[in-house]
């Protein structure tokens, strides 16, 4: 058999997995004919990631009409050889047309309750658990530039977080443990990486990317401005939450026009538009990529729109507090709450 009829026969087969299901189910035949590679290897679409918390273990979750499918003992039931958590799907072990397979017959199957958990009935972890690289952008939303009394930056400007500022949906960010007062918040639209990029061009960058999640760049101001690099203040503990999703590329078409909106105990204080970005995601990833290689499962946070705390006049500047209640909601992506302590 020729390999190009292997390859239909293969691609038809999936196909026939999902038209039989009956739902809208994903599949992972993104950019697998233009870059000849096996249907396999392509990076997933139409899939919503969770990750589930589970005895200080991280497993992997999809959100389906049913509630958000727990794989780990769909897989244990199923025995499809599906991969189990959110870094083996990123990092391509396991095998990405299993999970298909296993989302499609979990969905459809009779007695198969016992493998959804409804929302609320499970820990969140991070949407992302194990990033080589998280890096962040500063002063990358033209009307955050101007509260800020910045000029518009002519090149981006790059930070970085480390995995210890990973949190989750609904966690606790304990704050009252640092030696900080001034605290702030910074919804940001989050780029997962989802191929190796290094050097790549505009025009190819967003091929490069999984998907996109909510995230929140809390931030100690006191300590970031202790001195001229940002680092101190951006790197305590949990002060990078992203999630509760991760949604895949392909239901994101365009990432820089996303509605963007934060509140503190209910009160509006950002509402954006990540049209606004002074370089948008594109550009970032080919900047980026120009001076580092990019991998599979590296986040970029890419940067606040207009509102934080620091961007008010000094004497209404009130900084958040243990107590306080952030809820952070990005179009497409969902909603991500957590509390300070």
Same mark, same amino acid.
């Given at each position: 058999? #020729? ?25 992972? $035949? ?6 000849? %590679? ?19 273990? !991280? #497993? ?34 396991? !095998? ?27 820990? @969140? ?15 990358? @939303? ?28 609904? !966690? ?39 998907? @996109?999640?909510?995230?929140?760049? $809390? ?67 080919? @900047?980026?990529? %120009? ?18 705390? #620091? ?8 900084? $958040? ?7 952070? #909601?990005?179009? %497409? ?9």
């Amino acid at each position: 058999m #020729s390999q190009t009829r292997r390859s239909f026969l293969k691609q038809a087969g999936l196909a026939g997995t999902v038209a039989v299901s009956g739902v809208t189910a994903p599949v992972m $035949l993104a950019n697998a004919q233009s870059a000849g %590679k096996p249907v396999g290897d392509a990076m997933p679409r139409g899939m919503t990631f969770v990750t589930i918390r589970r005895g200080g273990e !991280s #497993s992997l979750g999809v959100k389906t009409e049913r509630g958000v499918l727990d794989v780990k003992r769909a897989e244990a039931s199923l025995k499809l050889k599906a991969p189990t958590t959110i870094d083996e799907v990123l990092q391509g072990r396991g !095998s990405a047309d299993a999970l298909t397979r296993l989302v499609a017959r979990a969905q459809n199957g009779k007695g198969s309750d016992s493998l959804f958990l409804a929302d609320g009935a499970f820990e @969140y972890g991070p949407c992302v658990t194990s990033p080589e690289k998280i890096i962040c952008i500063g002063l990358n @939303y033209r009307k955050h530039a101007a509260e800020t009394g910045n000029p518009v930056p002519k090149t981006p400007i790059l930070f970085n977080k480390y995995n210890n500022a990973l949190s989750a949906h609904r !966690s606790v960010v304990k704050v009252s443990q640092e030696p900080a007062e001034k605290f702030d918040y910074e919804i940001e639209l989050v780029i997962v990486l989802g191929k190796t990029a290094r050097n790549v061009s505009e025009a190819d960058a967003l091929s490069h990317v999984f998907g @996109y999640c909510t995230g929140n760049d $809390l931030t100690a101001r006191d300590l970031q401005s202790r001195t001229s690099q940002w680092m101190l203040g951006k790197t305590f503990d949990g002060s990078g939450p992203v999630g509760p999703y991760l949604v895949s590329a392909d239901q994101v078409p365009d990432p820089n026009a996303l509605k963007l909106e934060l509140r503190v105990n209910g009160e509006v204080r950002q509402s954006s538009n990540t049209v606004d970005m002074v370089f948008d995601c594109k550009a970032l990833i080919a @900047y980026i990529s %120009k001076h580092m290689t990019l991998r599979p499962g590296d986040i970029i946070f890419t940067g606040t729109p207009e509102g934080v705390i #620091s961007g008010y006049p000094k004497d209404k500047q009130v900084w $958040l507090k243990p107590g306080d209640k952030i809820a952070a #909601s990005i179009e %497409k992506l969902g909603s991500q709450e957590i509390t300070l302590g």
